[in-house]
């Protein structure tokens, strides 16, 4: 079982699953649940920039991540996601206060539970974007897609099977 700071952690710089080849030929689909105040914004802004991100991610709107609940995660991988992140405000620029702090804590425990359940916690993922940072915004989504690309499809998408 990993330790804690582990699964915290944001994606690892270098990250090491990179070091491993892509699984040929998958696509995954990767579901974004971005908050409307800043990560959202940043995606308007990376389109507006015409910045090339990936076309495997699904992006859904809340207003803030505070609002994310864990069976929101796992219901995105029942229904045939690979991948899942959560991308909120800057820590301290949560509009709500501290939405994306409780986020943080329930991303911890979604990769505790998707692990139980044999999912690789790398899966899931939370990222602070904030609204000026188009350029982030396309960075993670990239950095997203090629590390599911990595780790394969998930075994648990039923509607695959
Ligand atoms: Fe953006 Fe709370 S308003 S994370």
Do not use: W
Not at 48 to 67: A, D, F, V
Not at 85 to 91: I, L, N, S
């Amino acid at each position: 079982m990993a330790e804690r700071a582990d699964l915290m952690s944001t994606v690892p710089d270098p990250d090491p699953l990179m070091e491993k080849e892509p699984v040929p030929g998958f696509e995954p689909l990767i579901v974004t649940i971005a908050c409307h105040y800043c990560s959202y914004a940043a995606a308007d802004l990376a389109g507006s920039m015409r910045l090339q991100y990936p076309p495997n991610i699904r992006i859904i709107r809340t207003p803030c991540t505070g609002k994310v609940d864990v069976l929101y995660i796992l219901k995105a991988f029942e229904e045939g996601a690979d991948g899942v992140y959560v991308a909120g405000c800057e820590e301290g620029g949560c509009h709500f206060d501290i939405g994306n702090l409780y986020a943080k804590q329930r991303i911890y425990y979604a990769k505790k539970l998707i692990q139980q359940v044999g999912l690789e916690p790398e899966r899931v993922e939370m990222f602070n974007i904030a609204a000026s940072a188009g350029p982030r915004f396309a960075e993670v989504a990239a950095l997203m897609t090629e590390r599911v690309k990595r780790l394969g499809p998930s075994p648990i998408n039923i509607k695959r099977i």
